[in-house]
């Protein structure tokens, strides 16, 4: 696992979603972490932009416009992301459930540490602690393929958030799994290895060969 520029990691995920689209290879999960980066969706919400581009320049954080569904949100360091490259149409699941399963998957590392975190009501994506939003959803799927993913927060600097309403969602804070766990967290290595664990056990692969790289963890999935 390590610190990927968000467009080099989008274009591995092109390259991927093309080869699991004519089964040049398996299910296909990438971890990963970003340098501070501010990401919008198809919808191109820019007035939950709350400062001009030339200021998150400034501060080095980075933005860029995406095809994923949802509205904008942040990425950056201590921030676990999971990529799945997935066939919908293999594992048998609509979108709705592989997004809420994708919730159960933050919500299951969440409990691991005593969070109790749950979906969002209707029109609030994501996974929530109360009020708090411990983790955010945005995806894509092209000819049933799935790509982008999730992002949850294990102990980013939580100021990044205040420069955009985060998801579209006014008037809700955003927490992270240090500050509502009542204990000091392990590496984030293995809490990001939890998250991986999670989602495989979720999703019901039975087949994991993990695949390492100086910066990024990807692991092919079969059932």
């Not at 860029?64 to 921030?79: A, L, M, N």
């Not at 994708?102 to 029109?123: D, N, R």
């Not at 994501?126 to 294990?154: C, Y």
Request: include cysteine; charge should be negative; proline fraction near 4%.
């Amino acid at each position: 696992m390590g610190v990927v520029n968000y467009l080099d990691a989008l274009k591995l995920q092109e390259k991927l979603t093309a080869d699991r689209k004519i089964n040049k290879i398996t299910d296909t999960l990438l971890s990963l972490q970003h340098p501070p980066t501010y990401t919008l969706g198809k919808r191109r919400t820019d007035h939950n932009l709350l400062i001009p581009e030339s200021e998150l320049k400034a501060m080095g954080a980075e933005l860029h416009y995406t095809q994923r569904g949802g509205d904008i949100t942040f990425h950056g360091p201590h921030q676990a992301i999971l990529y799945p490259i997935v066939s919908l149409r293999d594992i048998g699941l609509g979108a709705r459930k592989y997004v809420e399963n994708l919730e159960l998957t933050m919500i299951e590392l969440a409990s691991l540490y005593s969070v109790k975190a749950c979906a969002g009501q209707k029109g609030e994506t994501g996974v929530w602690v109360d009020e708090r939003k411990i983790g955010a959803i945005g995806v894509k799927i092209s000819s049933g393929i799935t790509s982008h993913g999730l992002a949850l927060n294990i102990n980013p600097d939580l100021n990044y958030f205040k420069h955009i309403v985060p998801c579209g969602i006014a008037d809700k804070d955003v927490t992270s799994l240090q500050k509502e766990a009542e204990h000091v967290l392990p590496p984030e290595e293995v809490i990001q290895y939890e998250l991986v664990a999670c989602f495989v056990r979720i999703f019901g692969y039975t087949d994991v060969i993990w695949k390492d790289s100086a910066s990024v963890s990807s692991y092919s999935l079969e059932n």
